[in-house]
């Protein structure tokens, strides 16, 4: 197996680890910096996942754990692609994704918001992306929820989104969230980021030709991980 | 003016958030979804090796446990060969997902001793897991390494132990041995603070 490296990750567009506005990174953020690393096996390997280990329905959070009925809310379709930064499709990959039901309450006993648990919506699904990059999602669209931060603060509409990749050193977790939605320039946690375009690249696009008339609307959200760089073999670059 | 470089950017990362468990390992968050939970087993009962057993704390700045963090452990085998790189034995996965008991904070990875690992320019690393650490409060995922305090002679000719240029900070590194039993305390800050790796 050929092990490239990847593109150095631009911490500046990343959040920093310290971020005082987002009060729980204070205790959390490393103090001393990061011990810089060129890349072995170690990093340039990583686990791969296929059919066997998920099913069909693993994607569709109206369906994965809907008991007496229908879920609560806005049905949307979230689909995109997962590239890297060559723009090349990252292929056979595991996408997993967690969020809260219409009403802003995650099912997690420690989630103490007044909005009611939604009976037939568990809140996470899976899946692989096809061989063009492609991964889709059935979902109701999450409410925003009051948070404790600053007393008065509400994250916006988002879906937490979790992607492997083919190496462990391009492992990620985002958050998307919704076109037109004014709580996204509010959010403390939205405002680690220091590049506002980094933040843009996280707001899904409505997406009416994907929407299901009478059914569903959808949302279209790409995700870009780390690319891999060229390697010279002889004099010639390999593997673009 | 010159061309552009046209490259994408990588999507910013952000907070696994508090409730991370619903979407990772839903089973510890209270509810049975998926017919399989991924990351449950690193090494299956065919993997050879030595089994080993590996406890320990994640601690924030003021000292208190890490309770809602997920760490994820990407390893070798016995042999030193990661899964996708070679051919290890059936049920080796070399990954899976740890999470802390929720009031303890206290983290069991149960998996094989991995083996020695080619680093860069043929020179062999120690061996170690890898290990990658999200929770609330941490805006991109921290990777840091395991290495083992019984394997001395390979700790000290570690080409990334032997990076880092505090040499009191490289033992924030490796686990204390007890037998087959490991102890690996992780600290996100501090005077203990753990080396974290920009990857």
Redesign the interface.
């Given at each position: 197996?050929t092990?490239k490296d990847l593109?150095q990750?631009?911490?500046e567009?990343?959040?920093?680890?310290l971020?005082p506005d987002?009060k729980?990174?204070?205790?959390?953020?490393?103090?001393?910096a990061?011990?810089?690393?060129?890349?072995?096996?170690?990093?340039l390997?990583?686990?791969?996942?296929g059919h066997g280990?998920?099913?069909e329905i693993?994607n569709d959070l109206l369906r994965?754990?809907a008991k007496s009925g229908d879920p609560i809310g806005e049905r949307i379709i979230v689909h995109g692609r997962i590239?890297?930064?060559?723009?090349r499709p990252v292929p056979n990959t595991?996408v997993?994704?967690?969020q809260a039901n219409a009403g802003g309450r995650?099912?997690?006993?420690?989630?103490m918001y007044l909005a009611a648990i939604d009976p037939n919506f568990?809140?996470?699904g899976?899946t692989l992306t096809n061989e063009n990059g492609y991964y889709t999602f059935r979902t109701v669209k999450p409410g925003a929820y009051p948070w404790r931060n600053w007393v008065n603060n509400w994250r916006p509409a988002h879906i937490?989104i979790?992607v492997f990749g083919t190496a462990?050193?391009q492992?990620?977790?985002?958050?998307m969230y919704f076109e037109g939605d004014p709580l996204i320039a509010q959010c403390p946690?939205?405002r680690?980021?220091p590049?506002q375009?980094?933040?843009d690249?996280?707001v899904a696009a409505l997406d009416l030709n994907a929407t299901i008339p009478l059914d569903s609307i959808a949302y279209k959200f790409d995700?870009?991980?780390?690319?891999h760089r060229s390697t010279y073999f002889e004099t010639r670059p390999e593997g673009n | 003016m010159v061309q552009s470089l046209s490259?994408?950017?990588?999507?910013?990362?952000?907070?696994?958030?508090?409730?991370?468990?619903?979407?990772?390992a839903?089973g510890d968050?209270?509810?049975d979804?998926?017919?399989?939970e991924?990351g449950r087993d690193i090494a299956g009962p065919n993997a050879p090796g030595t089994r080993i057993t590996v406890t320990g704390t994640v601690t924030?700045?003021?000292g208190?446990p890490?309770t809602d963090v997920l760490i994820?452990v990407?390893q070798?085998d016995a042999d030193g060969i990661?899964?996708?790189?070679?051919t290890v034995a059936d049920g080796f996965?070399?990954?899976g997902r740890v999470i802390p008991d929720f009031d303890s904070g206290m983290f069991t990875i149960k998996t094989v001793k991995p083996g020695q690992?080619?680093?860069?320019n043929g020179r062999m690393?120690a061996p170690?897991l890898?290990l990658?650490l999200?929770?609330?409060?941490?805006?991109?995922?921290?990777?840091t390494?395991m290495y083992f305090a019984d394997q001395e002679t390979a700790n000290a000719a570690d080409p990334?132990l032997n990076?880092?240029e505090q040499t009191h900070r490289r033992q924030t590194l490796i686990a204390r041995a007890d037998g087959d039993s490991y102890h690996f305390d992780i600290c996100?800050?501090g005077e203990d603070?753990?080396?974290?790796?920009?990857?």
């Open positions: 197996m092990t593109y990750r631009d911490r567009w990343h959040p920093p680890a971020a987002y729980t990174s204070v205790a959390r953020a490393p103090r001393l990061l011990l810089s690393l060129e890349s072995t096996a170690s990093e390997t990583g686990p791969t996942f280990d998920i099913d693993d994965n754990y590239l890297d930064e060559n723009a595991l997993e994704i967690w995650y099912r997690h006993k420690k989630d568990g809140g996470c899976r937490h979790s462990f050193a492992r990620l977790i985002t958050q946690i939205v680690t980021i590049d375009r980094a933040i690249q996280l995700i870009v991980l780390r690319g | 490259y994408l950017k990588e999507s910013a990362s952000q907070t696994a958030g508090p409730f991370v468990h619903i979407g990772l839903p968050a209270g509810f979804i998926y017919r399989t991924l924030d700045g003021t208190a890490v994820e990407w070798a990661y899964p996708g790189q070679g996965r070399g990954w690992v080619m680093g860069r690393m170690h890898n990658w999200v929770a609330r409060g941490i805006n991109t995922g921290l990777n390494r990334v990076l880092i996100l800050q603070e753990t080396v974290f790796f920009d990857i």
